[in-house]
């Protein structure tokens, strides 16, 4: 299918997020000084009968250090079943890459441990990120 | 007869306790099993156990005597990420050995490998400090959340990746002297869904 490469920014602070949950997860990488890249690959899951894209999927890390892509999602359960299918897609069509997905109460309860209250507060009241990336 | 006190006898901290996931009694037959596992394997090494402050204490003090060759032990702390670590400067050694690593044999020693960021930091710092051997042992492990891999030599128990506590696991420093580890009922460290 192939995928698209994107070049990495410099630091967190040229990196752009899309969620305010991401920027917090950079900053714990930062912290342990893990090398981290945010959205550097958009692997192709559908195209079209031109051959144009139709469907695609940009893992929001991925860590060069243990060569794993990690996905961060604070939707509700009943609404990450698109999500899933395009895991579940991207694993059949690239079954060398390691991703791996962390889920709302994954990222609550890692906010809760490191005493980010705030942060575990705004994921109970986040509504469905964008799903289309 | 077990050497602890039935769980109602801590009260309020076991009224916060959904549901106990591994016992007392569990734990204490789980850890003489590791700690025959290193005797065996370390037997004339002399080994140098290294644990992090804090949550490791009641597995330490467990897992001491029940090896049976000589050993030694030291600690080591570092600053834990949150909103009063002042985050920006990075993981810091808060408590350093007391003791020269080079050359020997060193096992660390965890309570729990979660997520794997702070371990892989301490590994990578004593990794630097030219031990003859370093290996992991650790009473609990989450191995959902991993995001750095762990090469762990011993491993007491798997973990839900749910919020456990008791055996020198904490939720606000509170709970690491339960003698059991069980759920944390959801209503004790957040609010109801909304």
Redesign the interface.
């Known amino acids: 299918m192939g995928f698209i490469i994107r070049m990495p920014e410099e630091s967190r602070d040229d990196t752009i997020f899309a969620h305010p949950i991401e920027e917090e997860f950079a ?8 090398e981290w890249q945010y959205e550097p690959r958009t692997f192709v899951l559908a195209r079209g009968e031109s051959g144009n894209i139709i469907e695609a999927f940009s893992p929001d890390f991925y ?1 060069p ?2 060569d ?1 892509y ?1 996905e961060l999602t604070t939707m509700r359960p009943k609404l990450i079943t698109r999500k899933n299918r395009k895991l579940r897609r991207l694993r059949e069509l690239y079954p060398h890459i390691n991703i ?1 997905l ?1 889920n709302r ?2 990222l ?3 906010m ?6 705030d942060q ?2 705004a994921i ?2 986040t509504q469905a990120q964008d799903d289309d990336k | 007869m077990s050497a602890y006190y039935p769980p109602e006898a801590y009260g309020e901290l076991t009224e916060g306790i959904r549901e106990i996931l591994i016992t007392a009694e569990e734990i204490e037959a789980r850890v003489l099993e590791m700690g025959q596992a290193i005797s065996r394997d370390y037997e004339g090494c002399n080994p140098l156990l290294v644990g992090v402050l804090k949550g490791v204490v009641p597995f330490m003090a467990a897992l001491l005597p029940a090896i049976t060759i000589p050993i030694e032990v030291d600690f080591m702390a570092i600053s834990g990420y949150g909103p009063e670590a002042g985050n920006d400067g990075g993981v810091r050694l808060e408590k350093d050995l007391n003791v020269p690593i080079a050359g020997r044999h060193v096992l660390f020693v965890e309570d729990v490998i979660d997520t794997g960021l702070t371990l892989s930091y301490l590994l990578r710092n004593l990794r630097s400090r030219k031990p003859a051997s370093l290996k992991v042992c650790a009473l609990f492990n989450k191995s959902r959340r991993r995001l750095i891999d762990i090469p762990s030599n011993y491993i007491g128990f798997e973990l839900p990746a749910l919020f456990v506590v008791g055996y020198g696991l904490d939720y606000r420093e509170r709970y690491r002297n339960l003698p059991f580890v069980g759920l944390l009922k959801p209503e004790v460290f957040q609010p109801a869904e909304e």
């Open positions: 900053k714990l990488l930062d912290y342990y000084h893990i860590l250090g243990q794993l990690i791996k962390f109460q994954d609550r309860n890692m809760i441990k490191y005493g980010l209250d575990a507060a109970l009241g």
